[in-house]
């Protein structure tokens, strides 16, 4: 009797995980700069055209630490000026994640005023967050926009190149699945 109760719970609490996760958005990760990272040499303005930032991604900064850092700027006007002499923060470590947490308006710059004005620098518009709901477990999307290209049912190994964005969402089939395969243990 014991076991029919756990198995009870536990299909209550995947219930309730399933509408939950149903009731987030799916987070993408955008690596900056695509399969060159935050270098000189990437199109920085070019691989950003198009993107969309929703609260609750993160981007990636991937860069030589040796070459310089990156500045988190405050204002517009410091951003198209490469004014780096007063940044809200610089990141050195050579691989940043940075959370967007809320809707703003953010400008990062490369800590070198003539990498900088060469164009190596991001301002994000950080928009709302956008629910998904999807079949696949994860759902690729292209450069240019937010939208699911294609779903697939399994789980991916990760990405093979950089310059991707992925995004997770939940799987509504997965979840029948799961609590039908609970079901017929119970019984």
């Given amino acids: 009797m014991a076991g029919v109760k756990v198995v009870g719970w536990a299909a209550v609490v995947l219930v309730v995980v399933a509408l939950t996760m149903g009731l987030s958005g799916a987070q993408v990760h955008h690596v900056v700069g695509g399969d060159p990272g935050w270098d000189s040499s990437s199109d920085v303005p070019s691989w950003s055209s198009g993107k969309t930032f929703r609260v609750g991604d993160k981007i990636w900064f991937t860069y030589s630490a040796a070459q310089g850092s990156l500045a988190e700027l405050g204002s517009r006007e410091e951003y198209e000026a490469c004014d780096l002499s007063n940044p809200i923060r610089l990141f050195t470590d050579g691989l940043d994640v940075i959370s967007l947490e809320a809707e703003e308006v953010r400008y990062f710059a490369s800590s070198s005023t003539e990498h900088c004005k ?5 301002h994000v518009d950080v928009q709302p967050q956008q629910n998904y709901s999807g079949i696949g477990i994860l759902q690729e999307t292209s450069s240019e926009e ?18 991707g964005s992925a995004q ?4 509504p089939v997965l979840f029948v699945f799961g609590l039908l395969g609970i079901l017929m243990i119970r019984f």
């Fill in 146 to 163: 937010h939208e699911p290209l294609a779903q697939k049912a399994t789980l991916a190994a990760g990405p093979t190149s950089p310059s």
């Fill in 118 to 122: 060469n164009g190596l620098k991001l």
């Fill in 168 to 171: 997770l969402s939940p799987s």
